[in-house]
């Protein structure tokens, strides 16, 4: 089979390893960097001249919902074809906004990851988590007080994104069952949640002997679980029970920071959601009782990160957003984490982090030789000016060596 290559010319390459432009060459082949260099000339061979324009990594969001076709994550009245269709324009719009790769939180499936992989939807590469698991009553559990009925433990009425399951039984079935379609990894609902209509956000949810459970059957499978978790108690004890990433985590202080360090644990922060909510939440019909509930995590968001940061866990980059109008925010989570963190820091997150956690480092977040080949190109450095990283600054994105948008003559 015949190898496809292509030579990216005059290049200022960057990323969160060498945040100084230095001057090269790309060689890149069948999708991977085979080759950086100097002066790279091979004979037949495509070359794209980038005249001193900047190359860096594919950006990584660690958090996303791409089935979340609305806001309120308890409105069911769509298809589950118009939710595919919406999840193909989520994808696309992200590639262009420069994520390469997503990590879907909760809600996408196999079809979607391999819609993808087979160049039916042009969108980012997607690490999926199926549903997320939730307890009877959880953040996941979207039935509002009054709802008298049973649900099935395969799915939760009204949302698309987890399914119940209780019980040392009932979440090892769901683990085998949702790693059964395909899942990367498994996501549980830990503590409280802003968008459930029947919790307290400092609720812990699952006892540390289903969360056991659950760590140890996904390590089975060879996988990791992220959770949901915004208090010190609901976080101490997915630590304890070895849970690998916590999202959110807003609540956190000194001493379960130390203990994240500790365990080697990722925090992964989701900022933007918050402002979303808060801006555009009501008019879009996301209910009241969840918007009481969003100042008691939103102004601890920052304060988090560094806590988080001075302890030295790895924090990532995530968004989380819900509905069409939010997902347009998605750069935003740069300009708001901006207030406390420098652009290496905040593009270490988005590349080198993320990449550890789905389990990617060294094949991408970098510029290196073996990496796959995710890349933008704009003009400028990113690492010393963030406002560079938007759709019309883009003149060329790459995903695994194919160029999906390109206005370089």
Same mark, same amino acid.
């Given at each position: 089979?015949?190898?496809?290559?292509?030579?990216?010319?005059?290049?200022?390459?960057?990323?969160?390893?060498?945040?100084?432009?230095?001057?090269?060459?790309?060689?890149?082949?069948?999708?991977?960097?085979?080759?950086?260099?100097?002066?790279?000339?091979?004979?037949?061979?495509?070359?794209?001249?980038?005249?001193?324009?900047?190359?860096?990594?594919?950006?990584?969001?660690?958090?996303?919902?791409?089935?979340?076709?609305?806001?309120?994550?308890?409105?069911?009245?769509?298809?589950?074809?118009?939710?595919?269709?919406?999840?193909?324009?989520?994808?696309?719009?992200?590639?262009? =906004?420069?994520?390469?790769? @997503?990590?879907?939180?909760?809600?996408?499936?196999?079809?979607?990851?391999?819609? @993808?992989?087979?160049?039916?939807?042009?969108?980012?590469?997607?690490?999926?988590?199926?549903?997320?698991?939730?307890?009877?009553?959880?953040?996941?559990?979207?039935?509002?007080?009054?709802?008298?009925?049973?649900?099935?433990?395969?799915?939760?009425?009204?949302?698309?994104?987890?399914? *119940?399951?209780?019980?040392?039984?009932?979440?090892?079935?769901?683990?085998?069952?949702?790693? =059964?379609?395909?899942?990367?990894?498994?996501?549980?609902?830990?503590?409280?949640?802003?968008?459930?209509?029947?919790?307290?956000?400092?609720?812990?949810?699952?006892?540390?002997?289903?969360?056991?459970?659950?760590?140890?059957?996904?390590?089975?499978?060879?996988?990791?679980?992220?959770?949901?978790?915004?208090?010190?108690?609901?976080?101490?004890?997915?630590?304890?029970?070895?849970?690998?990433?916590?999202?959110?985590?807003?609540?956190?202080?000194?001493?379960?920071?130390?203990?994240?360090?500790?365990?080697?644990?990722? !925090?992964?922060?989701?900022?933007?959601?918050?402002?979303?909510?808060?801006?555009?939440?009501?008019?879009?019909?996301?209910?009241?009782?969840?918007?009481?509930? !969003?100042?008691?995590?939103?102004?601890?968001?920052?304060?988090?990160?560094?806590?988080?940061?001075?302890?030295?866990?790895?924090?990532?980059?995530?968004?989380?957003?819900?509905?069409?109008?939010?997902?347009?925010?998605?750069?935003?989570?740069?300009?708001?984490?901006?207030?406390?963190?420098?652009?290496?820091?905040? !593009?270490?997150?988005?590349?080198?982090?993320?990449?550890?956690?789905?389990?990617?480092?060294?094949?991408?977040?970098?510029?290196?030789?073996?990496?796959?080949?995710?890349?933008?190109?704009?003009?400028?450095?990113?690492?010393?000016?963030?406002?560079?990283?938007?759709?019309?600054?883009?003149? *060329?994105?790459?995903?695994?060596?194919?160029?999906?948008?390109?206005?370089?003559?």
């Amino acid at each position: 089979m015949q190898q496809r290559h292509l030579i990216l010319k005059n290049c200022q390459i960057v990323d969160a390893t060498n945040p100084k432009p230095y001057s090269a060459s790309i060689h890149i082949v069948d999708g991977k960097i085979h080759e950086i260099g100097k002066v790279l000339s091979k004979s037949s061979t495509q070359e794209i001249d980038l005249d001193g324009r900047t190359v860096m990594p594919g950006l990584i969001d660690a958090h996303v919902h791409v089935t979340a076709i609305d806001i309120n994550l308890a409105d069911a009245k769509f298809a589950p074809s118009e939710v595919a269709i919406q999840a193909e324009k989520y994808l696309e719009s992200m590639l262009m =906004r420069g994520f390469t790769t @997503v990590r879907d939180a909760g809600g996408a499936d196999w079809g979607i990851a391999n819609a @993808v992989n087979k160049g039916l939807i042009k969108g980012s590469r997607i690490f999926f988590s199926g549903k997320a698991l939730s307890p009877t009553g959880g953040h996941g559990d979207f039935r509002d007080k009054t709802a008298a009925f049973e649900p099935c433990g395969c799915c939760c009425p009204g949302s698309y994104l987890s399914r *119940l399951a209780d019980g040392v039984t009932g979440v090892r079935m769901a683990v085998r069952d949702e790693m =059964r379609q395909g899942a990367t990894q498994i996501k549980i609902m830990a503590s409280g949640g802003v968008a459930s209509p029947t919790d307290k956000i400092t609720d812990l949810q699952y006892s540390e002997e289903e969360i056991r459970a659950i760590v140890e059957e996904t390590a089975d499978h060879g996988s990791y679980v992220m959770a949901h978790a915004y208090s010190p108690q609901a976080i101490q004890r997915c630590l304890r029970c070895g849970v690998r990433t916590i999202e959110h985590g807003n609540l956190i202080d000194k001493e379960t920071a130390q203990l994240m360090s500790s365990a080697g644990a990722f !925090l992964v922060p989701t900022l933007v959601i918050y402002k979303a909510l808060a801006e555009i939440g009501g008019r879009l019909g996301f209910p009241q009782d969840s918007l009481n509930k !969003l100042s008691s995590v939103r102004e601890n968001g920052l304060e988090a990160i560094q806590i988080a940061r001075k302890a030295r866990v790895k924090v990532g980059f995530g968004t989380d957003l819900l509905g069409p109008e939010a997902h347009q925010m998605q750069l935003q989570e740069f300009s708001i984490r901006s207030a406390i963190e420098s652009p290496h820091e905040l !593009l270490s997150s988005a590349t080198l982090v993320n990449a550890e956690i789905i389990r990617m480092k060294g094949k991408l977040g970098v510029v290196a030789k073996g990496a796959i080949a995710d890349l933008l190109v704009l003009q400028g450095n990113p690492f010393e000016d963030l406002s560079l990283l938007r759709e019309d600054q883009y003149d *060329l994105i790459m995903k695994e060596g194919v160029i999906y948008k390109n206005r370089i003559s």
